[in-house]
């Protein structure tokens, strides 16, 4: 279902300073009284310490993003409820893209959520939390933005569309794209990746030429188009890149025992995944991708070339 952002509410750039400062006293007031609680240790203290600081700096980015680009002073029009899953238990509030560590916080939401006596390890959450947990309707949103623990996680664009990629046009396990895969080989007669790309391309060409309306599929869609980054102020803001630490934070916080995740053997790995992919691609291409992420590149302080070959 998709709503309009404007009758969710408008952000001015007066308010949206407001939003920022008292987000500030949010986080440090948080901070404060775990300080007078049962610390588990004194280098947990100092972790969330340097982890709120880094919260800070990622809502300062989203902020300063949100300001100086003025098509943005009243955000995304088009609002997705099916990007944003509510579990009253624990009052999560979570926006998510695809491919994104959503089967992680998928399983970590419904493992927690206390609710389901029939939830075990063998339960697929991608099944069960958007059927459960997916806001009825945008007063209800609304109703719970502002008192919920909110959420979101991001990952570098092209890391993001090469496993976009891999996961639903290269390997034909996912019956949904069925579809998908024979409007590109229709198009250009193969699924490699710069088949692709030039599909991606092709798409946004027609569909995001505005600045505040980009539709195309999920998989590959900026961010800055499913959860109204400039709208909603979003209680934490994380990392596929650091989902190790986000995650233990998170747990430190919230109290919910939300488990560790470590990516730091597949990080190794993301570069050199992606240089090879990237290496099919000409320059103009790889322009054009530039041009249709850059939001998502300067908000979330992301590199567009740290995950690109050295001789692009």
Not at 8 to 13: E, L
Not at 214 to 220: E, M, T
Request: one cysteine or more.
């Amino acid at each position: 279902m998709y709503l309009y952002v404007k009758d969710f509410h408008t952000c001015s750039k007066s308010s949206y300073f407001r939003y920022f400062v008292s987000l500030n006293c949010v986080l440090w007031t948080g901070y404060i009284l775990l300080q007078l609680s049962d610390w588990p240790s004194l280098e947990d203290d100092k972790f969330l310490e340097s982890w709120l600081k880094l919260q800070l700096e990622r809502q300062a980015m989203v902020k300063k993003t949100c300001l100086n680009k003025d098509d943005l002073e009243f955000g995304v029009p088009e609002l997705d409820l099916k990007n944003f899953v509510y579990e009253p238990h624990n009052n999560l509030l979570y926006c998510y893209h695809p491919k994104v560590s959503t089967s992680t916080w998928f399983q970590q939401i419904l493992v927690n959520s206390k609710t389901l006596d029939w939830v075990n390890s063998d339960t697929n959450p991608h099944s069960v939390i958007p059927r459960l947990y997916t806001p009825k309707n945008i007063g209800f949103l609304r109703n719970h933005v502002q008192t919920s623990i909110s959420f979101t996680m991001v990952r570098h664009p092209f890391e993001r569309l090469v496993s976009a990629y891999k996961d639903k046009i290269q390997i034909f396990s996912d019956k949904e794209y069925d579809n998908k895969r024979k409007e590109i080989l229709n198009e250009y007669g193969n699924l490699n990746f710069e088949s692709f790309i030039e599909h991606v391309l092709r798409e946004a060409k027609k569909s995001c030429n505005r600045i505040d309306k980009c539709v195309l599929d999920r998989y590959w869609q900026p961010f800055i188009y499913g959860c109204a980054y400039c709208q909603i102020p979003y209680t934490y803001l994380l990392k596929h890149e650091t989902i190790d630490k986000d995650t233990r934070a998170m747990a430190l916080i919230t109290k919910i025992p939300f488990k560790s995740v470590h990516l730091e053997k597949s990080n190794e790995n993301t570069r050199d995944v992606v240089n090879e992919f990237f290496k099919r691609l000409n320059q103009t291409q790889i322009d054009a991708l530039k041009r249709l992420y850059e939001l998502d590149f300067k908000m979330f302080d992301y590199d567009p070339d740290f995950l690109l070959p050295h001789n692009l």
